[in-house]
């Protein structure tokens, strides 16, 4: 058993060991040194508990083969995205048989299966793995939640799909009162969407949320189904496929889009141009890969600036093509209802000059 003995300032100051016994010196520069160096080597040894809080960096550097084969199986994304592939299917299949003339399109299919399959990429695969060790990484991860995912799903219309599944009891007993609610009014409307889209974006980045994230599975988990659930918001009144109680037409979702732009792109270069890493968690991890902090973030920023942009100008892109192969299909209506119109007036203008010529009409 090793004891401590009581110091003395008899003599010179010494440390002896023998017999398991330890004479602490009584030089108090020693004393300070000496907790000093343990306070050092408990900060050492603490270091990775505290960095590692959200799982171990990984030894090998990412690569293609890392990113593409590290999967895991994590049963809280894994299940759900398993009963929401099984459930659109049964959606798919019970449609199919009340409306044999008018089945889901394929096109809707292979759309909300490449969104579930776009959030399993982000949250399974190897980009899993890397996301609290690498900020490039986890942007990344992110904006398949936000531009990926959630547009694909919003374009396969499941609300739609679900109302033309149901029987008519539920639909006018459950999903229509909550459909026409409120709240679905609320949260449904374009400027609540877009203004929940910007704040999620630049609360989450510039906010102790995002580094509590990375330190704690159970928040970081919360964060990726609020980002996917404000993108779902966001792309909803974009795409404009399913029933809604504010729709917008055409030049106002291109207008929606472009005013989205600035605020990304403004993101992205905040990020990119910080002078110091904005996150304590990224800070600590030093260069496990021989990428600085401050560099990965710089790479993160340009991921988020040069993809963000690329994608919100191909979907005005998309919005102005559709607009105009609406104006195409409804040119002819349209010029119909004109000539009715015209018929109509023409119609009228006869009718009064006959009254007139036959004495019937006003003075």
Known sequence: ??????????????????????????????????????????????????????????????????????????????????????????????????????PVPAARTAAFLGGLAAIAVALLSGIERYDTTLFSVHMVQHLLLMLVAAPLIALAAPITQLLRAASPEVRSRWLLPVLQSAPAAALGHPLVAWLTFTLVLWISHFSPLFDLALESPGIHELEHAGFLIAALLFWWPVIGLDPAPHRLGYPARALYLLAQMPFNSFLGMAILFAAAPLYPHYATLGTPYGISPLADQELAGGIMWLAGDVVFIVGILVVVAAWMRHEERDAPAAERRTAARRALINERADQLARAKREGLGPN
């Open 1 to 102: 058993m090793v004891t401590l003995k009581r110091p003395t300032c008899e003599g010179q100051p010494k440390a002896i060991i023998a017999r398991g016994r330890i004479d602490a010196p009584c030089d108090h520069g020693t004393v300070v040194r000496l907790l000093g160096r343990l306070a050092v080597a408990g900060a050492v040894l603490a270091w990775p508990a505290s960095a590692l809080a959200d799982g171990p960096v990984p030894a090998e550097p990412p690569s293609l083969r890392t990113l593409v084969l590290g999967w895991s199986l994590e049963p809280s994304v894994a299940i759900p995205l398993v009963l929401a592939a099984i459930g659109w299917l049964a959606i798919v299949r019970r449609v199919a048989r009340l409306h044999p003339d008018r």
